[in-house]
């Protein structure tokens, strides 16, 4: 485990999965402590997919692969690359294990910097073979909620950059999502209410860059933490009726397959696509207010 840190945050990530482990910020903790009762990780880094695809296969130049939810970079060692006193960098490139699930050489690095009261959290993907490279990135950082309290219902609100006319999907069938159903976003006063039900559906997702920041509010209204972000889709969630101490903000570069989807992987909705030798940049900021 290392860690960064300054004089208002400190951060701690492990090479397992490349994972941030620790926010804290005046001696206070804002990223779960994964424990296994609700869910075991703290902010695990989703590749080459995000979600599930269906039925656990896909399928790429007439052959099937099996890759279970949210794919294996999250469960892999990370080399550490570079290290300085606010910036640390990571690297997974693909193995002879991964190609029987993902027929595809790789580099992934994932860094993390400090500045403030801000971590920004820093994707790159490199097609490093002799094809075009299809993939999908996410995030999952998970947040305690700045009130939680077990018995009672309320929970924070989320607010984002636009107030009116957000509309989400769900999840419908074994991990896969329903994106022809939307649903319309109610905002009360702007805001959305968090309660013990706000996700009994599983996430909600939003798509089409309809926003580009979220953030958590306590009870009382006061910016908590933000997430700014370029990625297309953003998954909200927590576990669902688990009551749970936390919520997840995820900006995603990708989503699950649509329910009974069993077209070419590179077809996938929000796809990333890479030519030989091309780069990929993103990643996303986390600011605590």
Known sequence: MKTLSNSQLSIQVSPHGAELCSICCDGKEYLWQADPAFWKRHSPVLFPIVGSVWENTYRHEGQSYSLTQHGFARDMDFELISESENEIHYRLTDTEETRKKY???FCLEIGYRIEGKKVEVIW?????????LHFQIGAHPAFYYPDYEVETVERGYFGFDKADGLQYILISEKGCADPDKEYSLELPDGLLPLDIHTFDKDALILE??????????????KPYLSLYFDAPVVGLWSPPAKNAPFVCIEPWY????????????????????????????????????
């Not at 329910?259 to 696509?273: I, N, P, R, S």
Request: aromatic share 12%; proline share 3%.
């Open 254 to 289: 990708g989503r699950c397959d649509r329910a009974y989807y069993t077209g070419e992987y590179k077809d996938k909705d929000w796809m990333q696509h890479l030519l030989i030798e091309e780069v990929f940049e993103g990643g996303y900021t986390i600011e605590i207010r």
């Open 103 to 105: 027929p595809f050489p």
């Open 124 to 132: 790159t993907v490199k097609n490093t073979g002799a094809k075009e």
């Open 208 to 221: 089409n860059s309809q926003v580009k920041e979220v953030t958590l509010y306590n009870k009382e209204k």
